[in-house]
């Protein structure tokens, strides 16, 4: 049974650019929530889709936008690059029908932006 | 606001060594409390949760935590360090109910000697 699975692994953009990354949940799993790492840090939550539609959002700006398919997949796309965008991009997957979702709460590897 | 503390940054043990991790959480309630592995350039790896019930939680690899409402702590131990133990460990908490959103600490890195 396939995991949560990103892409890509690593990207470089240059400042100003735009970026797509991608996440296919694990199997069953209908929520997703990305989270955003940057070096020496914990990650920090940039947003939940659920149903297709943003549930929850962080404190991040609105450069940072998303999107669920109804396969359940999601994109994070990321505005006018900064430098400070650089970091790992973790992707959760977890199912809604359990009493409580953390017991299916699963992350991907991550996705390494780099911004020059 | 909710906020989760790791104090110790890094922390150097020896092969065989006991081993614990300090977390402690700023939360109006009780929250859902978790302890997950990062090895690098890797995702997170669940080591642990303490949802309710008994405050001595076992996990995987050998790691247990123990969770004291009266210090709103929630401590990862080992009995032994083992080399491959070396790591970046990160304590979590999340709002029982409602939407699963993990607030981390910083992180501890854990570097072990042979």
């Known amino acids: 049974d396939a995991g949560v699975t990103q892409s890509p692994t690593h990207l470089i953009k240059t400042r100003g650019q735009q970026v797509t990354l991608r996440c296919s949940p694990k199997?069953?799993?209908?929520?997703v929530s990305w989270y955003q790492q940057a070096l020496g840090q914990g990650p920090q939550f940039i947003f939940q889709y659920y149903e297709e539609e943003e549930r929850q959002r962080g404190n991040f700006p609105d450069r940072f936008s998303g999107h669920q398919f109804p396969n359940y997949s999601s994109e994070l796309n990321v505005n006018a690059l900064l430098l400070g965008d650089s970091a790992l991009y973790l992707c959760?997957?977890?199912?809604?029908?359990?009493?409580?979702?953390?017991?299916?709460?699963?992350f991907g590897s991550g996705t390494r932006l780099t911004v020059v | 606001a909710q906020s989760v503390t790791q104090p110790d940054i890094h922390i150097t043990v020896s092969e065989g060594a006991s081993l614990e991790l300090r977390c402690n959480y700023s939360?109006?309630?009780?929250?859902?409390l978790f302890w997950y592995v990062q090895s690098p350039g890797q995702g997170l790896q669940l080591l642990l949760k303490y949802f309710s019930g008994d405050t001595l939680v076992q996990g995987i690899k050998g790691f247990e935590a123990e969770f004291k409402r009266s210090q709103s702590s929630f401590n990862l131990r080992k009995p032994s360090v083992h080399w491959s133990d070396a790591a970046e460990y990160f304590c979590?908490?999340?709002?029982?109910?409602?939407?699963?959103?993990?607030?981390f600490g910083a992180g501890t890195r854990l570097a072990v000697h042979p």
């Open positions: 979590a908490v999340a709002l029982s109910g409602g939407y699963n959103k993990l607030i």
């Open positions: 939360y109006g309630a009780t929250p859902y």
């Open positions: 959760a997957s977890s199912p809604t029908h359990l009493r409580d979702a953390f017991y299916g709460y699963t």
């Open positions: 199997s069953g799993h209908d929520t």
